[in-house]
């Protein structure tokens, strides 16, 4: 396995148009799953659902990205049995072939397709695709996140909010509302919620369309890896509830809880109390 990481002009030109080309798939097949009204899927060891989009986006994003960048491991949760060691490589690629599984069953359109690069524990590089509208997502800390619609051919600079709103505009799950992060959105007084699916809830913010997502309930690496490093990318923060950064290729593939923000720890860690 190689340790160097792949070129900056490798990472936008390669990783994009294969996230791309797997929401094609996915669109595809969610279309057929539409007219016919009839999702097949197969229950997963941890009950989740696995559809043929799934393995269509796995397939096409797990060769492309051997092809394109040999040396690097992809790591993606529909092969993740057996993955522990591929996960603890210095630099590897982190995938969701298709994040929001559920969403795509109830037919919301609010799934994605994410694809990262983790570099030393951290998520450098990530590109979010939604199948059904067409917008991508891509950035990192230090390189800038842009969006681009499927309709445009140009690129749109994405950054967080500068201030808080009033009220707080707080994105919250619509499958994973429990009672702890029901508590904490409570103890952060008038707010309006912004509900989104999938990884698209690290994006609203990078957008500026909303300003905090607390998640006190459980995520995998392959989650958050990409929509973070966008979020970063357009200069917000990502932390578990004591202000530490979420850590990648760890042999235990659960993330702790976190908070996604506009704002670093140090201006809101007095938010960031259960109970």
Same mark, same amino acid.
């Given at each position: 396995?190689?340790?160097?990481?792949?070129?900056?002009?490798?990472?936008?030109?390669?990783?994009?148009?294969?996230?791309?080309?797997?929401?094609?798939?996915?669109?595809?097949?969610?279309?057929?799953?539409?007219?016919?009204?009839?999702?097949?899927?197969?229950?997963?060891?941890?009950?989740?659902?696995?559809?043929?989009?799934?393995?269509?986006?796995?397939?096409?994003?797990?060769?492309?990205?051997?092809?394109?960048?040999?040396?690097?491991?992809? /790591?993606?949760?529909?092969?993740?049995?057996?993955?522990?060691?591929?996960?603890?490589?210095?630099?590897?690629?982190?995938?969701?072939?298709?994040?929001?599984?559920?969403?795509?069953?109830?037919?919301?359109?609010?799934?994605?397709?994410?694809?990262?690069?983790?570099?030393?524990?951290?998520?450098?590089?990530?590109?979010?695709?939604?199948?059904?509208?067409?917008?991508?997502?891509?950035?990192?800390?230090?390189?800038?996140? /842009?969006?681009? =619609?499927?309709? =445009?051919?140009?690129?749109?600079?994405?950054?967080?909010?500068?201030?808080?709103?009033?009220?707080?505009?707080?994105?919250?799950?619509?499958?994973?509302?429990?009672?702890?992060?029901?508590?904490?959105?409570?103890?952060?007084?008038?707010?309006?919620?912004?509900?989104?699916?999938?990884?698209?809830?690290?994006?609203?913010?990078?957008?500026?369309?909303?300003?905090?997502?607390?998640?006190?309930?459980?995520?995998?690496?392959?989650?958050?890896?990409?929509?973070?490093?966008?979020?970063?990318?357009?200069?917000?923060?990502?932390?578990?509830?004591?202000?530490?950064?979420?850590?990648?290729?760890?042999?235990?593939?659960?993330?702790? =809880?976190?908070?996604? =923000?506009?704002?670093?720890?140090?201006?809101?860690?007095?938010?960031?109390? /259960?109970?």
């Amino acid at each position: 396995m190689s340790d160097k990481r792949p070129s900056q002009s490798t990472l936008f030109e390669k990783a994009v148009p294969i996230a791309r080309q797997a929401a094609a798939a996915i669109r595809q097949i969610y279309e057929q799953t539409l007219l016919t009204k009839q999702p097949q899927f197969v229950s997963k060891s941890d009950q989740s659902p696995l559809t043929a989009a799934d393995l269509a986006a796995h397939q096409i994003i797990d060769e492309g990205l051997r092809t394109a960048t040999p040396g690097f491991e992809v /790591v993606s949760e529909e092969a993740a049995q057996g993955h522990g060691q591929d996960r603890q490589q210095a630099s590897f690629w982190l995938v969701d072939p298709l994040d929001g599984t559920r969403e795509f069953l109830a037919g919301n359109d609010e799934f994605t397709v994410n694809i990262a690069f983790i570099e030393a524990g951290r998520p450098i590089f990530g590109v979010v695709c939604l199948p059904v509208s067409g917008v991508c997502y891509w950035g990192g800390a230090g390189l800038g996140a /842009v969006m681009m =619609s499927p309709h =445009s051919t140009s690129l749109s600079a994405l950054s967080v909010s500068p201030k808080s709103a009033k009220p707080l505009r707080v994105v919250a799950s619509r499958s994973h509302l429990n009672e702890d992060t029901q508590a904490m959105i409570k103890r952060l007084g008038e707010v309006s919620l912004v509900q989104a699916g999938s990884s698209l809830k690290f994006c609203r913010i990078a957008e500026g369309q909303a300003d905090f997502y607390p998640r006190l309930s459980p995520t995998c690496e392959w989650d958050t890896a990409a929509a973070q490093a966008v979020l970063e990318g357009a200069g917000g923060h990502v932390f578990d509830l004591q202000g530490r950064a979420l850590q990648y290729g760890k042999r235990n593939v659960l993330n702790p =809880s976190f908070v996604a =923000s506009h704002r670093p720890y140090e201006d809101i860690a007095d938010l960031l109390v /259960v109970g």
